[in-house]
């Protein structure tokens, strides 16, 4: 209707006027909320030794750390019609991967978690096995990572993202990825999902009391298989649009973007 108006040369000057103002108004909001970001960021990265990298005009900042020598990533996604928005840190872990394993709230994630089929793993205990799903690829690893001995510090580090909108963790064989379907703008929201990311990190690639690696052996094939759940991949798939690696279009909505390590592939093509 306005535009309708403005074809026809009928909107009179005070609201063309009232239109600008409220046009810069809304970009001035915008540069002024990155600004803040930014500084959040800036202040997260010191205080937890990492850098800050910041976004471009179509692109969002990020951070970068080492967690023990493996690099990390701290990506934000403002959201789009098909993926909605998130906050997630990514870990490379490629080569000493135990395998594939997800832990997601009760709930959350449906259609992604058909993919497992009527697999359902429990560590045994009772609330945790309760208030999350666990999915992994061998089905042995969840039970061998939560062993009785070690399974309290698991589910501690997992349970402090409780609160959060729908946390996931996800191990590959590339990367362990700790994500929460929110764009934190938070500073002790951010501390907290970073450290948790890192906690999390070393859980999975903890060392035995001997010293050695405990599942580093044990490799997902990959060929044919998804490279998130871990399970053959038939008809139907997408692939990246970057580095045309095929996934399940269930597995791609559910990560929100390319499950390659550094790949920054965030659209799918079929
Ligand atoms: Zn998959
Ligand atoms: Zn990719």
Known sequence: M???????????PYLILF????????????????KAFNATLQRVAGKMDGTFVPGGLFSEP???????????????????KNSPQYSKVVVGISGVSPGVLHILEDGFGQSFLKLFGAQDLEIGDPD?????VIKATPSGLAKRLFSPDLQREGIRVVRRLRGFISPTFDVDVQAVTVMVRQYLR????????????????????RKSESGEVVLGEVRVATGGACPVCGTPMTTGTVRCELCRTPHHPECWQYMGRCSTYACAGKRSVA
């Open 62 to 80: 990020s951070l970068e750390f080492r967690f023990e020598g493996r690099s990390a990533r701290v990506e934000f996604w403002t959201g789009s």
């Open 186 to 205: 938070d500073e002790r929201d951010l501390v907290k999902l970073i450290d948790c990311a890192r906690d999390f990190t070393a859980f999975v690639l």
């Open 128 to 132: 945790f096995d309760r208030d999350y």
């Open 19 to 34: 239109f600008v103002i409220i046009g810069i108004g809304m970009v001035l909001f915008a540069v002024s909320q990155r």
């Open 2 to 12: 306005i535009a309708e108006l403005i074809a026809r040369g009928d909107l009179p």
